[in-house]
T-cell receptor, first 113, second 117 residues
């Protein structure tokens, strides 16, 4: 069965600094990988997804993620964080056929002024 | 385009009462999911439907929980009787299974915030 690990429960960065959120997955076949963001009191919004092709994926709000099969990782990055990026970020792995999507525990991002 | 619509957004109820949460998936989507989110357990998949048929309900915590999808545009999650430990945010989500790059991206509603006192 697939699983997702987000090693960092909480990360604090200064506004304007770069950001990397870690995600490691376990999956027996080609994974389909996602990053979602959840602002306080809101639902989850899709930031980006990887299915195949270029391993560097661009998403909304200036985020990108890189799929590294050898490391079973799908880390999320942003070159310069804005205060509005403060939220909870979830990595997820799913299958193409069927809907057994698994979410990580989430990483809460705090942005310092 | 309308996203996944959930109601009620917030509900406070007394222990022992029946709670019904409602969901309208995105039009054209053929899969629907119910998730529960708590601080302790994170985001848990409770049940999902494909073409209105329950496929996997192994995440439903106990018999007090039931879910139905009578048609492609409506689903309910019912808790009867409710208990304080059921307090959580319940998310409905939908997706479409298809080939190609669309894959199975899941789109979430804004959640129903349930408090059982």
């Amino acid at each position: 069965a697939q699983s997702v690990t987000q090693p960092d429960i909480h990360i604090t960065v200064s506004e304007g600094a770069s950001l990397e959120l870690r995600c490691n997955y376990s999956y027996g076949a080609t994974p389909y990988l996602f990053w979602y963001v959840q602002s306080p009191g809101q639902g989850l919004q899709l930031l980006l997804k990887y299915f195949s092709g270029d391993t560097l994926v661009q998403g909304i709000k200036g985020f990108e993620a890189e799929f590294k099969r050898s490391q079973s990782s799908f880390n999320l990055r942003k070159p310069s964080v804005h205060w509005s990026d403060a939220a909870e970020y979830f990595c997820a792995v799913g299958a193409m056929w069927g809907n057994d999507m698994r979410f990580g525990a989430g990483t809460r991002l705090t942005v310092k002024p | 385009d309308a996203g996944v619509i959930q109601s009620p957004r917030h509900e406070v109820t007394e222990m022992g009462q029946e709670v019904t949460l409602r969901c309208k998936p995105i039009s054209g989507h053929n899969s629907l999911f119910w998730y529960r989110q708590t601080m302790m357990r994170g985001l848990e998949l409770l049940i999902y439907f494909n073409n209105n048929v329950p496929i996997d309900d192994s995440g439903m915590p106990e018999d007090r929980f039931s879910a139905k999808m009578p048609n492609a545009s409506f689903s309910t999650l019912k808790i009867q009787p409710s208990e304080p430990r059921d307090s959580a945010v319940y998310f409905c989500a939908s997706s479409i299974i298809s080939g190609g790059s669309a894959g199975n991206t899941i789109y979430f509603g804004e959640g129903s915030w349930l408090t059982v006192v």
